[in-house]
């Protein structure tokens, strides 16, 4: 492999952090669209004296509907929060929805049961919820503390170990009388299979709600992803291609699932200070609306570049004996939010904990997602029938290792990360 240096970025985050000195390539840089971009809106937010609940809001709501084909783009303070009210929103509106996605095609919330109809039992000095929701367990934590703030119960299935997204299979053999909904995710921004989940999701008549964190910048025939199940939820954290600060989006085409996400961010208050149902302050402020319109105009741009950055790693890293990579189903892009490898311990020569060793001693930052899976976690473990193994998920969990991607990684930062994997055994 050809060696080539590269300019060290200046580390902006060491500055009177001690953890994170050394590090001479960090994981992500957040994508943002320049300060002067931004200015104009600030300044209008500034002297408006509009914090909250403003035009800015609105207009990103517009825009993003817009973008992915949805009926409703629903602001909100965080993906957790938009999932978490999802779930209540859907109990809420079960049977009462008559929207109609199309002229023939009602809304399938209409026919939907509430979710809380299954109550909870006492084992022992635990109070079990009975309501199921099928979801992977590799996936974000985030996913089952919606399900479990909601008072229902995760069952963990599965990820096909290639696309390392949940397959229909999984989920159909995991559906028992007291499921309640599916849960799936576009992990590290490659696009589920949505129409093969919504199959399963109408078969049962079940709502099918998607954890888009990763999803903008991802795309199947050229659509973006987030048009297509009951619900799909995207995350604005620094982290991701389309920024606001902090902040997430609920798509969804169900016109009182998005009302009841709607009251849900504004303490369940419908405007007359008389609350109808315990909601929370999940409202998305209007500098991180503005930030979140700009880092739109971007945001095609982020992707092709992300998508350059992930094929010159698999062109790199490809001859490496086992390092293994994120498909994508056919006809499906990535958004490449992150771009995780995995390490088979046995053909590499290194387990994927070494193998982050060295290159954290080389000052390069890396994440092992999701290590520890869902149904290995402290809350969650108890939720997880022993007598459903998830190997596929245990060993995706030992492999995966992200690497650095984003507009702080040039090809030079690729080309030595690749280098210093492909020499990380003489080194070890
Ligand atoms: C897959 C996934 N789901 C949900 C979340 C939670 O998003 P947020 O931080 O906006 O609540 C994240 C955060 O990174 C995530 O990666």
């Known amino acids: 492999m050809k060696r080539e240096t590269f300019q060290l970025i200046p580390e902006v985050h060491a500055a009177g952090d001690p953890s994170r000195q050394g590090i001479r390539v960090p994981f992500v840089r957040p994508a943002l669209p320049s300060a002067e971009s931004l200015q104009p809106a600030f300044d209008e937010i500034i002297r408006s004296g509009r914090l909250t609940k403003g035009p800015y809001c609105e207009r990103l709501e517009q825009a993003i509907a817009k973008r992915l084909g949805v009926r409703h783009a629903v602001a909100v303070s965080s993906c957790t929060v938009g999932l978490?009210?999802?779930?209540?929103?859907?109990?809420?509106?079960?049977?009462?929805?008559?929207s109609r996605r199309s002229a023939v095609d009602a809304c399938p919330v209409a026919t939907m049961e509430p979710l809380s109809r299954f109550g909870v039992v006492r084992t022992g000095s635990r109070s079990e919820p009975l309501g199921e929701v099928v979801m992977p367990s590799f996936t974000f934590l985030a996913a089952a503390a919606a399900i479990v703030w909601n008072n229902?119960?995760?069952?963990?299935v599965e990820v096909d170990p290639q696309t390392t997204n949940v397959t229909p299979q999984a989920i159909r053999a995991a559906i028992t009388p007291r499921t309640v909904a599916i849960a799936a995710c576009h992990n590290f921004g490659n696009p589920c299979d949505i129409p093969a989940l919504e199959a399963v999701a109408n078969e049962h008549g079940l709502p099918l709600v998607i954890d888009a964190a990763h999803g903008f910048g991802a795309s199947v025939h050229g659509r973006p992803v987030g048009a297509g199940a009951t619900a799909q939820v995207f995350s604005l954290s620094p982290t991701k291609l389309l920024v606001a600060g902090e902040g997430g989006i609920v798509a969804t085409n169900c016109d009182c699932l998005a009302h009841f996400v709607r009251l849900g961010r504004e303490y369940g208050n419908d405007g007359s200070y008389d609350a109808l149902f315990p909601g929370v302050n999940g409202r998305m402020p209007e500098l991180s609306a503005a930030t979140a319109l700009a880092s739109l105009e971007i945001l095609d741009q982020v992707s092709d570049r992300r998508n350059e950055l992930a094929s010159l790693y698999?062109?790199?890293?490809?001859?490496?004996?086992?390092?293994g990579f994120v498909e994508s189903m056919p006809g499906a892009r990535s958004s490449h939010k992150d771009f995780s490898i995995t390490v088979d311990p046995t053909r590499f020569g290194m387990t994927r904990d070494a193998l982050r060793r060295a290159l954290a001693a080389k000052g390069i930052e890396t994440r092992a997602y999701y290590d520890p899976p869902c149904h290995r976690q402290t809350a969650y473990e108890h939720f997880h029938d022993r007598m459903r193994p998830l190997p596929a998920t245990d060993v995706l969990a030992a492999r995966s290792l992200a690497l650095p991607i984003g507009g702080h990684v040039d090809d030079a930062v690729v080309r030595e990360v690749c280098d210093v994997i492909a020499n990380a055994k003489q080194v070890a």
């Open 84 to 98: 978490m009210l999802v779930y209540r929103a859907l109990d809420l509106s079960a049977g009462s929805c008559r």
């Open 152 to 156: 229902l119960r995760p069952v963990f």
């Open 314 to 323: 698999r062109r790199e890293l490809r001859e490496l004996p086992g390092i």
